[in-house]
């Protein structure tokens, strides 16, 4: 158990519709980093907040939003879905940003649109 | 850019024997090279890591990897493998800013009895 919670575990949505998903860090990690894993594009980083505020983007689509809150918990939100936003996403988290810092994975949050 | 190559996506094998995943990597900075391991319907666990120093780092389970900078490779290594040794390994190199892991495409280790 690497102390990152993600919920739900599993979510089942159609095309159009809207979801956020959840992510609680580990306790006292600042930094929160959200990656999605799908058959086509394997394991991609998506975006990274850092007490509160965004620090780096990768391939997230404008689609899709993110942030974290005064408790450090962060909610990845994904709009007008389509089929191919099927996917695994992972939370990780980490102390701060720095290169020596391991990032811990949550068990991710398997989202399936129809 | 930094990018990773895995070069097998899946590797069978038999248990007892010895096992070589192969990554290798382009950064045009110093590198920190991770290799992840996803058991079936579980999230990502840190196998190991090279920061710096020796070249050649080891896990508690009996996996080693070896940086190689000529050859731009972080091979990963175990001289014999069990079946609770199956599971997808991932390869991945970190920014210089600390924040984004570029992940290669994942390896299958099939351990066979």
């Known amino acids: 158990d690497s102390g990152v919670t993600q919920t739900p575990k599993h979510l089942i949505t159609a095309t159009g519709q809207r979801v956020t998903l959840r992510c609680s860090p580990r306790?006292?990690?600042?930094?929160v980093y959200w990656y999605q894993q799908s058959l086509d594009q394997g394991l991609q980083f998506l975006i990274q907040?850092?007490?509160?505020?965004?620090?780096a983007k990768g391939n997230i689509l404008e689609r899709f939003s993110a942030q974290q809150f005064p408790d450090l918990h962060s909610e990845l939100n994904l709009s007008s879905l389509e089929l191919g936003d099927s996917a695994l996403y992972f939370c990780?988290?980490?102390?701060?940003?720095?290169?020596?810092?391991?990032?811990?994975f949550g068990p991710g949050t398997r989202l399936t649109v129809l | 850019a930094q990018s990773v190559t895995q070069l097998d996506s899946q590797v069978p094998v038999f248990e007892e024997a010895p096992v070589e995943l192969r990554c290798n990597y382009s950064?045009?900075?110093?590198?920190?090279l991770f290799w992840y391991v996803q058991y079936p319907n579980q999230g990502l666990q840190l196998l190991l890591k090279?920061?710096?120093?020796?070249?050649l780092v080891e896990s508690i389970n009996g996996f080693e990897a070896e940086f190689n900078k000529s050859q731009t490779s972080f091979h990963l290594r175990k001289p014999s493998v069990h079946i609770s040794d199956t599971a997808e390994y991932f390869c991945?190199?970190?920014?210089?800013?600390?924040?984004?892991?570029?992940f290669g495409g994942g390896t299958r280790l099939m351990v066979k009895p």
């Open positions: 991945a190199v970190l920014n210089n800013a600390g924040n984004m892991l570029t």
């Open positions: 950064s045009s900075v110093s590198v920190y």
């Open positions: 306790s006292g990690d600042l930094s």
């Open positions: 090279y920061l710096s120093g020796s070249t």
């Open positions: 990780a988290s980490s102390p701060g940003p720095s290169r020596v810092n391991e990032q811990f």
């Open positions: 907040y850092y007490n509160g505020e965004e620090r």
